[in-house]
């Protein structure tokens, strides 16, 4: 069925709005992911889509997020995601905070994260930002080497609140903890980049889980399952394992954590 643009344009049916942009952000043609995403840069057509009262939920409950999941799944991604990444400099579609997180949670479907979506996650990174903690797990979702050579940037960076690095390594980066981009950005930590302090704390969110200890006042994440590291995810980790017990490095390891690693190290260490 032939998508209506006239129904962008003008329309206040809010059923048909959504409905229609959701049309477009489905297409196969790039014309059509166009002609959404200059809409989509438009606050007319964004206060539409959704009122101001509407702005009061959640974000993911807008219509807007309908919208943009759409483009995010869509089949034939290269223009969907190419007008994700565009609306980064859209001021109008930027001005309000729900999009801004609905925009940083979005980009995490365009692999590899190209410099403007790089750019956009890392000015809502600061120390002070609102979606500091949403771009963290996105990063790590994302897993491509931009965006987790940019999770780097903010591990290592002094300004960071030290006690929210250690809820991201225990959470994001546990979660992820077999992704090779992810795991080769962790052995520079652990080696080089990381300050002193931190480095046994992500030695542990590698190869611990306690999640009595770690994990109070929210769900606990859950670490992947190791049979399905991959056999470069599990050289890695001998690497990394291997350089936190040598003494030389003074990484200082609890002897539980020590022995966790050891015991982890055993399994997968490649048989002579």
Same mark, same amino acid.
């Given at each position: 069925?032939?998508?209506?643009?006239?129904?962008?344009?003008?329309?206040?049916?809010?059923?048909? +709005?959504?409905r229609?942009a &959701?049309?477009?952000?489905?297409? !196969?043609?790039?014309?059509?992911?166009?002609?959404?995403?200059?809409?989509?840069? =438009?606050?007319?057509?964004?206060?539409?889509? !959704? *009122?101001?009262?509407? %702005?009061?939920?959640?974000?993911?409950?807008?219509?807007?997020?309908?919208?943009?999941r759409?483009?995010?799944?869509?089949?034939?991604?290269?223009?969907?995601? &190419?007008?994700?990444?565009?609306?980064?400099?859209?001021?109008?579609?930027?001005?309000?905070?729900?999009?801004?997180?609905?925009?940083?949670?979005?980009?995490?479907?365009?692999?590899? &994260?190209?410099?403007?979506?790089?750019?956009?996650?890392?000015?809502?990174?600061?120390? !002070?930002?609102?979606?500091?903690?949403?771009?963290? !797990?996105?990063?790590?979702?994302?897993?491509?080497?931009?965006?987790?050579?940019?999770?780097?940037?903010?591990?290592?960076?002094?300004? #960071?609140?030290?006690?929210?690095?250690?809820?991201? #390594?225990?959470?994001?980066? +546990?979660?992820?903890? +077999?992704?090779?981009?992810?795991?080769?950005?962790?052995?520079? #930590?652990?080696? =080089?980049?990381?300050?002193?302090?931190?480095?046994?704390?992500?030695?542990?969110?590698?190869?611990? %889980?306690?999640?009595? $200890?770690? %994990?109070?006042?929210?769900?606990?994440? *859950?670490?992947?399952?190791?049979?399905?590291? *991959?056999?470069?995810?599990?050289?890695?980790?001998?690497?990394?394992?291997?350089h936190?017990?040598?003494? %030389?490095?003074?990484?200082a390891? $609890?002897?539980r954590?020590?022995?966790?690693?050891?015991?982890?190290?055993?399994?997968?260490?490649p048989?002579?």
């Open positions: 069925m032939p998508k209506d643009p006239l129904i962008l344009k003008s329309s206040t049916d809010k059923k048909e +709005l959504v229609t &959701a049309e477009f952000a489905a297409s !196969d043609q790039s014309a059509d992911i166009h002609t959404l995403v200059t809409f989509l840069s =438009s606050e007319e057509f964004l206060n539409r889509l !959704d *009122s101001a009262d509407d %702005y009061n939920q959640p974000p993911l409950r807008l219509r807007l997020a309908k919208v943009l759409t483009l995010m799944d869509n089949p034939k991604p290269a223009a969907a995601h &190419a007008g994700l990444v565009s609306l980064t400099t859209e001021a109008p579609f930027i001005a309000l905070e729900p999009r801004q997180e609905l925009l940083v949670r979005a980009l995490v479907a365009v692999r590899p &994260a190209p410099p403007k979506a790089v750019q956009y996650w890392d000015s809502h990174s600061h120390p !002070d930002s609102t979606w500091r903690h949403v771009v963290m !797990d996105v990063l790590c979702d994302n897993g491509s080497e931009p965006a987790v050579d940019l999770l780097e940037k903010k591990l290592v960076d002094p300004l #960071m609140d030290p006690d929210e690095k250690i809820v991201w #390594m225990r959470d994001p980066i +546990l979660r992820h903890r +077999l992704d090779v981009p992810l795991l080769k950005v962790c052995r520079r #930590m652990v080696i =080089s980049t990381l300050e002193p302090r931190f480095k046994p704390v992500l030695v542990e969110a590698l190869f611990d %889980y306690r999640p009595d $200890e770690w %994990y109070v006042d929210c769900t606990n994440p *859950s670490p992947p399952d190791p049979a399905t590291a *991959s056999k470069e995810a599990k050289e890695l980790l001998v690497e990394i394992g291997d936190a017990l040598d003494a %030389y490095h003074k990484i390891l $609890e002897p954590t020590r022995a966790v690693i050891e015991a982890k190290l055993k399994l997968i260490r048989r002579p």
